[in-house]
């Protein structure tokens, strides 16, 4: 793999193909599950198509229960993902014509290179950019003919539907506010609601944090593919807690349908009987919401569960898996990419940070927990190097005209 962050990736594929073997939540025996995942080739993060054998993934189950997530991270390798006979000119073109024609095939690509003079040579053979079309995915996968069949899960933190509904403009905030909302399938109850600033993963993370520290673990989560549910952060962080992190297919949120629904009922129920002294703020409009959670939509008989959404998810069967809020910081951070300037310092959030001399000039990663921005930590090879302390000028001053002072006297003697 190129770099630390795309073995990552990967791993979290393999963990979210073997979560319902590691959690037995799959439907009849583990071998009948590996058989039903393996039936159709799987789109694997950077690699594309690749059809997987049950033993396969049987491997990576027993590399897991005995190394956890790290054991799911490929060892790098300087050739994978490489075709040696494509050159980046080749890579480019083929790129280029299968984009434009996406049922041309690899015999009429290669014909194509041959006849404008891109491929001079008997290679890449024709296999060879077959197979590289193949392996990169480059090829729109068609959707699957049928319908969507409605589900509800049998017991409450088996699944969480996370999602953002636009909101009201408020005072002093620009655009309009987000509620983020993360409910439960089984009981529709809604184990965090919140109006946020925007969708940003800075503002997804701390409540999601706040949701597993009051409720539990759930078994996995289910989101579309926004730039905060994307983000490789939140990946590595729910991999590491045992929490399959599922996300939708573009363009079909047919699986979201209890959320889309529930913001439904906010609309109706919430916002249309809102008091004018709720919109003053954000925090204003928390509190409303978290009122009407409590003595409205949690004590109300929902008519797809026939019972309150509260007494449903109180009502379960299926053992908590609780987790401190110190043991989830073990997890969830932030990571941001700064580079480091001529005078040694990095610019986070309007602040200035002191860096070491030898990454000057260089792009380097940056972690902070997602509750303390501050508290940034530089991360060399995907390990930690040194925290970073603000710029103190005066104190450089010092440090300067002391071995300039120093220097002179050297000079004289």
């Known amino acids: 793999m190129r770099d630390e962050k795309q073995r990552h990736d990967i791993a979290v594929f393999r963990f979210g193909l073997i979560a319902p073997a590691v959690n037995k939540t799959h439907i009849g025996t583990q071998a009948e599950y590996f058989r039903k995942v393996t039936t159709e080739p799987l789109e694997v993060p950077h690699i594309g198509l690749v059809r997987y ?70 290679s890449p053979s024709e296999s060879v950019i077959r197979r590289y079309i193949r392996n990169q995915g480059l ?31 408020l005072k002093g905030v620009k655009g309009r506010v987000r509620l983020l909302a993360v409910i439960d399938d089984a009981s529709r109850f809604v184990v965090f609601g919140s109006f946020v600033p925007s ?48 996300h939708s297919r573009p363009y079909q949120p047919q699986g979201r349908g209890k959320i889309e629904r ?59 898996r609780w987790v401190s809020r110190c ?30 001399p030898e990454f000057v000039g260089r792009k380097v990663e940056l972690r902070h927990p997602i509750d303390d921005p501050g508290t940034l930590t530089l991360f060399a090879a995907g390990e930690p190097s040194i925290v970073l302390k603000p710029l103190d000028l005066e104190h450089n001053d010092r440090i300067n005209r002391r071995a300039s002072f120093a220097g002179a006297r050297r000079e004289k003697s």
């Open 53 to 122: 054998k049950p033993e396969t993934l049987r491997r990576w189950l027993s590399e897991y229960r005995a190394g956890g997530f790290e054991a799911l991270v490929p060892r790098p390798r300087s050739d994978v993902g490489r075709h040696r006979v494509i050159t980046p000119e080749i890579e480019a073109r083929i790129r280029q014509l299968v984009a434009d024609h996406p049922r041309m095939s690899a015999t009429m690509v290669r014909e194509r290179l041959v006849d404008e003079g891109t491929i001079i040579t008997r």
């Open 139 to 169: 090829r729109v996968v068609p959707p699957v003919e049928g319908g969507r069949r409605a589900f509800a899960k049998a017991d409450a933190n088996e699944l969480w539907t996370l999602d953002f509904m636009h909101g009201p403009r």
């Open 199 to 246: 969708e940003a993963y800075s503002d997804l993370a701390p409540c999601l944090v706040d949701a597993f520290v009051r409720h539990g673990l759930p078994l996995a989560i289910y989101c579309d593919n926004g730039a905060a549910f994307s983000n490789n952060d939140l990946a590595l962080a729910c991999a590491r807690l045992e929490v399959a992190l599922i």
């Open 262 to 320: 529930f913001f439904g009922t906010v609309r109706k129920r919430f916002l249309n009987a809102l008091d004018p002294e709720d919109l003053v703020s954000i925090e204003a409009l928390n509190s409303a919401f978290a009122a009407w959670l409590d003595s409205d939509y949690h004590r109300r008989v929902h008519s797809g569960i026939k019972t309150t959404p509260l007494a449903r998810f109180l009502d379960s069967s299926r053992p908590r």
């Open 327 to 356: 043991e989830i910081a073990l997890h969830f951070h932030c990571t941001l990419k700064r580079k480091v300037r001529s005078d040694c310092t990095v610019s986070v959030n309007g602040v200035r940070y002191e860096a070491p």
